[in-house]
């Protein structure tokens, strides 16, 4: 029974470990926090809400039936990969030109477009590829591989401790989320907008190396 317990502790904290690099809360809190600017702070809080929730949604169907989704419509990782990178490629292009297209629009239509773009991207882009992408799909199905186990029960009690991981990442992704708008108001309306441009082009790098890593899947 004890060395049950340990296990199940170890693959909570081996699962953690795993998920945390890819899912990088604390780093893709920064990639976000442009989408979300023009929100208000009631607004902030119900996309981050959202972004969480769908954050775990994505990691619990993942673990659960990833390996049969994949084969079902015959993907792999790579190609994940590749389209993923594609996609976070163009959201960080659109961010640059962003700027440009505000000021030549007035403000109440650049602030109700602006709302329907965040609530058309919540899940695509924001969810998944950024907070959830190629990486965390992988992590997650080698540790279900990890988890398999032959008894039923046991089985069950291992993808439970691998969901405790993923509950926590959600909840740090939460935290960390929801406090860069902090950040946000020490910058000022001018280092607001040269931030979210430094950003906007870091998204467009981040989607490079990870289509980038994909081809060179591909090819191997």
Known sequence: MAADLQFLVHLVFISAVALFPVVNPVGTAFVVMPYLSSLDDAGKRRAVRLITLYAFC????????????????????????????????????????????????????????????????????????????????????????????????RQLLNMGAIEAAVVLMCALVYVFYLNTQRIQRYLGARGEVIFNRLIAFFIFCVGLQIASSGVKALFQ
């Open 58 to 153: 994505v990691c619990t169907i993942t673990l659960l039936v990833g390996h049969w989704i994949l084969s079902l419509f015959g993907l792999s990782i790579p190609v994940v990969q590749l389209a993923g990178g594609i996609i976070i490629c163009r959201s960080g292009w659109e961010l640059l030109g962003a700027g440009v297209a505000r000021r030549d629009a007035s403000g109440g239509d650049v602030a109700s477009a602006q709302q329907r773009d965040i609530e058309d991207q919540l899940f695509f882009p924001l969810t998944f590829p950024l907070t959830t992408g190629a990486g965390t799909i992988s992590v997650l199905l080698t540790l279900s591989a990890h988890g398999a186990n032959a008894d039923l029960g």
